[in-house]
């Protein structure tokens, strides 16, 4: 196991810990000192907070199937509420480096996806559902067997893809590449800006905000995804104050060169207690009558899937970070660690934030050189303090929070070199893995076209016995979810 060059000359000593906080947390065991994990904790929090505010947009712009939205302030503080609650819960439970918040990707599955077949209680309903399901295929074991079952070069293109995924995302959120309007008549689906040119002051924001935030990555400058957010959203401020561009619909109409969806504007007020309305506002019931009983059992298994496996990556990514994996690549705590992902998600849907999940962005902590759950506590403190300063979101546009998507994509893609491209049996699932999310939209595709072909790929070479038995059946319920439109169609 690594661990962080010693501070002052003085390494800490594994064999004689400092205290009863030093034994329970392991610190002085895996090579880390307080001071590191306290800086570890403010690292991780600077290079993800944007979710408090990058959620509540992907949420806040969506409309359920009764036409409703949910409020972005109330989104706001509760999506910090959970981070901080589940991100503590993983610090003392798990004693691992891995912060919490609301899934991107999962995220918009739910409002994109879900909700519009049904109400946001029925869909937050659907991801408590999930939730619990996971948490009990975790106290049987499934969870961890499933998670050891699966090659450590797919778990790293499950994470690849989810990258270039969030990118696209971002790009469209911002209008910097746009649906082509007349695209059944051309072979290009999407283009450039609005008619191939950035031609809006909204998109010019998003463009500086990215080459800003992308100067502060290069440099390795602490929170520099929250730096870049915040520059762009002064300069949005500013070129609104000027210019009076005004919302991308006006009186029902298009306005094509105005901002997505939050117009920046200064708030009336900056700090104010925190609107925790939307705690408990789901249901488990209804959804099942309203978009019919497959249609639901499907949901449930996309966001299954995509929160199992999503997690299974970032546990790997962030244990390699800090040399915490042992010789199977599985981290301390690994059933402690999967538990608490599980209760997350269930807490997220119970708080209508979206599935909870774990962050990628923790291995800027472990590279400060977080090694425990201390770090943990940092980082779900400030997340809390976070809901006092809900107010501010409302003037976040999504040209300048889409430059984190981005700049995420582009830190998830780098994990690409570590895939052997030269061994055809593991990179062409890999590869369909890691193209088919941002190219069909959809994180549960990427995943499923990857897992089965390497069951394909591997029967077809004559190596049965190098499939784990697991991914047999992981494989087989894919085959389902692809085939669900004729299923549905047979069934209903």
Same mark, same amino acid.
């Given at each position: 196991?690594?661990? #962080? ?9 594994? #064999?004689?810990?400092?205290?009863? @906080? ?83 990707? +999962? ?11 049904? /109400?946001?209680?029925? #869909? ?37 893809? =989810?990258?270039? @995924? ?19 008549? /051309?072979?290009?689906?999407?283009? $450039? ?14 463009? +500086? ?101 999503? /997690?299974?990556? /970032? ?70 303090? #976070? ?44 590869? $369909? ?13 990427? =995943? ?28 087989? $319920? ?15």
């Amino acid at each position: 196991m690594a661990v #962080a060059p010693p501070e002052n000359g003085t390494p800490p000593n594994p #064999a004689h810990p400092r205290n009863g @906080f030093d034994r329970f947390f392991e610190i002085s065991a895996r090579g880390s000192t307080l001071s590191r994990e306290v800086r570890g904790g403010l690292a991780t929090f600077f290079t993800m907070a944007y979710i408090v505010v990058l959620n509540p947009l992907i949420l806040g712009g969506a409309v359920d199937g009764d036409g409703k939205s949910l409020p972005i302030p109330a989104l706001a503080a509760a999506t910090a509420l959970v981070a901080g609650l589940m991100t503590i819960l993983m610090g003392v439970v798990g004693r691992f480096p891995l912060a919490l918040a609301a899934g991107l990707g +999962v995220n918009a599955l739910v409002a994109y996806e879900i909700a519009p077949e049904m /109400t946001w209680a029925d #869909a937050m309903g659907l991801v408590v559902i999930e939730g619990v399901i996971i948490a009990v295929l975790v106290l049987t074991g499934l969870r961890t067997a499933v998670f050891r079952s699966v090659p450590t070069q797919m778990k790293t293109a499950i994470g690849v893809g =989810i990258g270039l @995924f969030l990118t696209i995302i971002g790009l469209v959120d911002a209008g910097f590449v746009r649906r082509i309007p007349d695209a059944a008549n /051309t072979t290009v689906p999407v283009g $450039l800006g609005i008619g191939g040119k950035l031609v809006s002051w909204p998109m010019l924001v998003f463009v +500086v905000g990215l080459l800003i935030t992308l100067v502060l990555v290069v440099r390795r400058v602490k929170g520099a995804i929250l730096i870049g957010i915040l520059a762009s959203t002064v300069l949005a401020v500013i070129v609104e104050a000027i210019g009076n561009i005004g919302p991308s619909f006006v009186n029902g109409q298009p306005n094509p060169k105005g901002w997505s969806l939050n117009v920046p504007e200064l708030p009336k007020t900056v700090v104010d207690l925190p609107d925790l309305s939307l705690l408990g506002k789901f249901n488990v019931l209804d959804s099942w009558g309203k978009a019919g009983w497959l249609v639901v059992l499907m949901f449930i298994f996309t966001l299954l899937i995509t929160d199992f496996f999503d /997690t299974m990556g /970032t546990m790997v990514a962030v244990g390699q970070e800090g040399g915490l994996l042992d010789e199977q690549g599985t981290p301390p705590k690994a059933k402690e660690i999967l538990l608490v992902d599980s209760i997350a998600a269930a807490a997220g849907g119970a708080a209508s934030t979206s599935s909870n999940t774990s962050y990628i962005e923790s291995a800027a902590g472990v590279a400060e050189g977080a090694r425990t759950g201390v770090a943990n506590l940092v980082t779900g403190a400030l997340f809390l303090l #976070a809901m006092f300063l809900a107010p501010l979101v409302v003037i976040v546009p999504f040209e300048a929070a889409s430059t984190a998507l981005v700049v995420v994509g582009f830190l998830m893609m780098t994990a690409v070199r570590t895939i052997d491209w030269s061994d055809y049996e593991i990179a062409i699932p890999a590869f $369909l893995t890691i193209v088919l999310m941002p190219f069909t939209y959809s994180i549960s595709n990427g =995943i499923g076209a990857g897992l089965i072909t390497f069951v394909v790929v591997k029967l077809a070479r004559g190596k049965a016995r190098e499939i784990h038995p697991l991914l047999y059946g992981v494989a087989a $319920l894919f085959v389902l979810y692809f085939l669900r439109g004729p299923i549905e169609s047979l069934v209903l």
